[in-house]
């Protein structure tokens, strides 16, 4: 089956207080695929998840959410998006952890109605996926920053996407933690089929899990994680000439080896 295109990127650029950050973004992402946003700091990869999920105006271009403009589209469910100040949330909202991830699974169509059985099944299910079963009845003020931002990637996992945005979904966790994020992710996208657009800094910990990877800094340039010379090329854009990024194809061997995209 031809996979269709769920993200449509065509000739986007934004601006932020009067100045260029994103300069005529094409790209496209396709249902099931897990495609990574690299770049360095202020290079514009929240600019761009923002205004492809048309939470910023664009100078030029349009965006497509599996085929509508997105302007017009309005099933929101489908999408999740855990955005990187997720965690600058308010230290005294008195909700526990299971509570918080509880209202992933609130949608327009049981607003108001009680949480089901099966609701609360899947909350214990991905407090478990996320190892965070044990802070639970944790108030949400009392998390450490790591674990605060396993909480917010849980309660848009909840949900059941159809597409999951990720802003640094694991800066500053301990690297055990996110190879085990990261695995878990992988095995969403390989047996959900979630498609998954995740910006990380750390390469090395998402590079074997992904298709393809957007390079953006202000220019955006997409490549093809099988494509060495291409790949290096964009990087390069995006970091510049001295950057240096070795493949290290053993990195990839026998990990998650179920896992790789094909
Ligand atoms: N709220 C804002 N108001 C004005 N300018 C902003 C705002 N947010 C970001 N910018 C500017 O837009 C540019 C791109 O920022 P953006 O946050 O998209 O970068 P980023 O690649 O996500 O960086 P990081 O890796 O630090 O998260 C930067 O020059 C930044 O200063
Ligand atoms: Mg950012």
Request: hydrophobic content about 40%; some cysteine; charged content about 25%.
């Amino acid at each position: 089956m031809e996979k269709k295109p769920v993200i449509e990127v065509e000739g986007v650029s934004v601006s932020r207080s009067g100045t260029r950050v994103i300069e005529g973004a094409n790209f496209t992402v396709l249902q099931g695929e897990f495609v990574g946003v690299v770049g360095p700091n202020g290079g514009g990869k929240t600019t761009l998840i923002k205004a492809t999920l048309g939470l910023l105006p664009r100078d030029s271009g349009a965006v497509r959410l599996f085929g509508q403009p997105v302007e017009q589209f309005n099933t929101w469910k489908r999408i999740a998006y855990v955005g990187q100040d997720a965690v600058n949330f308010d230290q005294t909202f008195p909700l526990s952890v299971r509570e918080l991830v509880s209202l992933g699974r609130i949608q327009k169509e049981n607003l108001g109605h009680r949480l089901t059985g099966d609701d609360w099944r899947r909350v214990d299910e991905i407090l478990g996926f996320m190892g965070i079963r044990d802070l639970a009845e944790k108030r949400i003020g009392q998390l450490s920053g790591g674990q605060k931002q396993r909480v917010f990637v849980a309660k848009a996992m909840v949900r059941e996407p159809d597409i999951l945005f990720l802003d640094e979904p694991v800066a500053g966790v301990d690297a055990e933690t996110q190879e085990r994020f990261y695995m878990k992710l992988s095995n969403l996208n390989a047996q959900r089929g979630t498609t998954i657009i995740d910006v990380s800094h750390d390469l090395s910990a998402v590079f074997c899990r992904m298709s393809r990877v957007i390079c953006v800094n202000r220019e955006v340039n997409v490549a093809d994680i099988g494509d060495e010379m291409g790949f290096t090329k964009a990087l390069k854009k995006a970091y510049g000439d001295h950057f240096h990024f070795v493949f290290h194809e053993h990195m990839c061997e026998g990990l998650f080896a179920d896992d790789r995209p094909d």
